[in-house]
């Protein structure tokens, strides 16, 4: 079944302790995302990787790393994570970054909360 | 970044045609219209995308003004399960000084009346 997964679906840590969230698709997909959702605010792109070893700032980077080594996989992390980072978070992919008409295949979220 | 705008949210009937819309007026030549859906507690999932064209598929169908600045997502006969945030975002190909973030806003809440 073509999917998106992450992990860990829930996450509870504290302050300061680096965290990483797992990305993997198996579509062969060359354009990787990661959103942060929080309430009134909407979906909110963090970085975002067109193809391997390619990776951009989406429009709140502050505080996150990705890193894109494998098509499949595009992990989140969280060198020291604070609690304005507790939000709920969506990695997604799509076919390709270099046409606008790829639709994105979105995960199943992973809902971070730093005490 | 090009934007969009939709009401916060809105009401329909259930069985009755809902009709969301989109502005979008910074749109560029390469950009496609994108919607997006997400129920409650799920991730987003695709609806509908077009160019210039209207579009239909099995979920929706998707009408762009000609002038391309604007466009509606039409929900045929609306039912109790498609109530959920619709989200209308723009995609380009990346150009050069131009990158490929992809900007969600708020959407439009659907709520369903039995």
């Known amino acids: 079944e073509a999917q998106v997964t992450q992990n860990p679906r829930y996450l509870i840590t504290v302050t300061g302790k680096k965290l990483t969230v797992t990305c993997s698709q198996n579509?062969?997909?060359?354009?990787m995302s990661w959103y942060r959702q929080d309430p009134g605010l909407g979906l909110r792109q963090i970085y975002y990787?067109?193809?391997?070893?390619?990776?951009d700032k989406g429009d709140v980077p502050e505080g996150y790393k990705v890193s894109r080594k494998e098509k499949r996989n595009f992990p989140l992390i969280l060198e020291s994570p604070s609690p304005n980072q507790t939000s709920l978070y969506f990695c997604?992919?799509?076919?390709?970054?270099?046409?606008?008409?790829?639709?994105?295949?979105f995960g199943p979220g992973t809902r971070l909360t730093v005490l | 970044d090009a934007k969009t705008t939709q009401p916060n949210s809105m009401e329909s009937n259930e069985e009755e045609p809902v009709h969301l819309p989109c502005n979008h007026s910074?749109?560029?030549?390469?950009?496609?219209i994108h919607w997006y859906r997400q129920l409650p507690s799920q991730g987003p999932e695709y609806v509908i995308h077009?160019?210039?064209s209207n579009v239909n598929n099995r979920m929706a169908s998707l009408a762009i003004a000609e002038d391309r600045k604007s466009s509606t997502l039409i929900l045929h006969r609306a039912t109790l399960r498609d109530a959920a945030v619709y989200y209308c975002?723009?995609?380009?190909?990346?150009?050069?000084?131009?990158?490929?973030?992809?900007?969600f806003g708020k959407g439009t809440r659907l709520h369903i009346l039995p």
């Open positions: 997604a992919s799509s076919l390709s970054g270099s046409s606008g008409s790829n639709e994105q295949f």
């Open positions: 579509m062969n997909h060359e354009y």
């Open positions: 990787s067109m193809n391997v070893e390619v990776t």
């Open positions: 910074t749109i560029s030549g390469t950009d496609y």
């Open positions: 077009g160019l210039t």
């Open positions: 975002i723009l995609r380009g190909a990346p150009l050069m000084n131009r990158d490929d973030k992809i900007i």
